[in-house]
């Protein structure tokens, strides 16, 4: 723990499958943890691998268990693609997507055009709808020169009724069908990290990243120079990633852990700070 400035730290960067809930299921109590977090001064933001919900339907879940958000402080790799082709392409850039209906209609909203027969851009996602067809669409949009996004290749995700498959599995079909590599949008890229600090003013020096998987939350957060936390209420555990050279700042048993940590370290620095004044 002495290896964090408490001084600095403004936020935190949540990841939300298996940090906030499992499934339906949240992770302890979600009212309670999210108090103790505004007791420390520290600002939420949610940022998740996730594209199959859009911002407004996570403030929506957030309410259901009595936190109240706003849908900019979610950050998913539908809202860091429209930052990216907004920034990289022009604004008649043409976009097929593989993927659920919320990301396609989120993109729609921010003024892309979406097509399935000729498009500049592929994206690929997690579809619970996947298809043959929809494997071969990609396979030839980018195989007639257009470029290759995925928003994660996150193999598995969490549900109330246990593992999924996850949108790597769409990404894995088409890579392997165009033998071409996907440009990816998701954790562990620091992306939606970057945007995020862009988005809210905030130094590294300013934001923990925290979640439960080794590979995206953690690498993603060290990628982006952000101090981390794993939390043991997801994926991995202590042993599953002991072996790895890049560990965790901190791994806590999960949110709620984390939140009282950053309320005993604000008030012993209270302390040292009136003490200093005497």
């Known amino acids: 723990m002495e290896v964090f400035d408490f001084s600095k730290i403004k936020s935190i960067f949540l990841d939300m499958d298996g940090v906030l809930w499992n499934g339906k299921n949240p992770i302890g109590n979600t009212r309670n943890i999210f108090t103790k977090l505004e007791q ?72 892309f055009t979406l097509s399935d027969e000729k498009a500049d851009i592929v994206l690929v996602s997690l579809d619970q709808e996947m298809t043959y067809q929809k494997v071969a669409t990609a396979m030839h949009l980018i195989n007639e020169g257009a470029i290759f996004y995925a928003t994660n290749r996150d193999h598995i995700l969490a549900s109330e009724n246990g593992w999924l498959p996850g949108g790597g599995v769409m990404v894995s ?27 809210f003013g905030l130094d590294k020096s300013e934001v923990v990243a925290v979640g439960d998987r080794y590979d995206t939350d953690i690498i993603g957060g060290i990628n982006a120079g952000c101090h981390t936390v794993m939390v043991l209420s997801g994926v991995d555990t202590k042993e599953s990633v002991s ?36």
């Open 243 to 278: 072996s790895f050279q890049k560990q965790p700042t901190l791994i806590c048993k999960d949110l709620e852990e984390f939140a009282d940590i950053l309320i005993r370290q604000k008030n012993n620095l209270g302390s040292k700070n009136r003490t200093d004044k005497l």
């Open 40 to 111: 420390a001064d520290i600002f939420p933001v949610f940022i998740t691998n996730n594209s199959t919900r859009t911002p407004e339907s996570y403030q929506e879940k957030m309410a259901g268990f009595g936190v109240k958000i706003k849908p900019d402080q979610v950050i998913t790799p539908a809202v860091a693609a429209s930052y990216l082709f907004k920034k990289n392409y022009s604004k008649d850039v043409r976009i097929y997507v593989f993927g659920s209906q919320a990301l396609k209609d989120y993109l729609k909203k921010e003024g």
């Open 173 to 199: 079909a088409v890579e392997t069908c165009t033998q071409k590599k996907p440009i990816v949008i998701g954790k562990p890229q620091p992306y939606m990290i970057e945007i995020a600090m862009e988005k």
